[in-house]
């Protein structure tokens, strides 16, 4: 669980160095965005490494780390993109959890 847990956490920070740009800093240069997002970058990979570290060493294959990163990073994505980027919730994000879980299923079996 703590591997879940900083996964979670480092994609928070990912979702927002690589996304919160378009909305914060969509009227300022682009180098200005970039250097932001690396900013924001390093504390998610503060998080990220050790959780990789954690889970490998732990109970997960790589596979398993990476669908795991996916399925986290959509479950953040999506509020996000709804509550802070004001993005409509589409019946796409549910079909898309419907393709992560296959994607679980199959890499955990």
Not at 21 to 43: D, E, M, P, Q, T
Not at 86 to 103: N, R
């Amino acid at each position: 669980m703590r591997t879940v847990a900083l996964l979670f956490i480092s994609n928070i920070f990912m979702t927002f160095a690589w996304y919160a740009h378009l909305k914060n800093l969509s009227n300022r240069h682009w180098f200005i965005a970039v250097l932001v997002s690396w900013g924001i970058a390093f504390f998610e990979y503060l998080v990220q490494v050790p959780a990789n570290r954690i889970g490998y060493h732990g109970t997960f294959t790589l596979a398993q780390l990476k669908i795991t990163q996916e399925v986290i990073t959509l479950a953040v994505f999506i509020p996000f993109a709804v509550l802070y980027m004001g993005v409509p919730l589409k019946l796409d994000y549910l079909w898309a959890g419907c393709c992560l879980a296959g994607a679980v299923y199959f890499i955990f079996r």
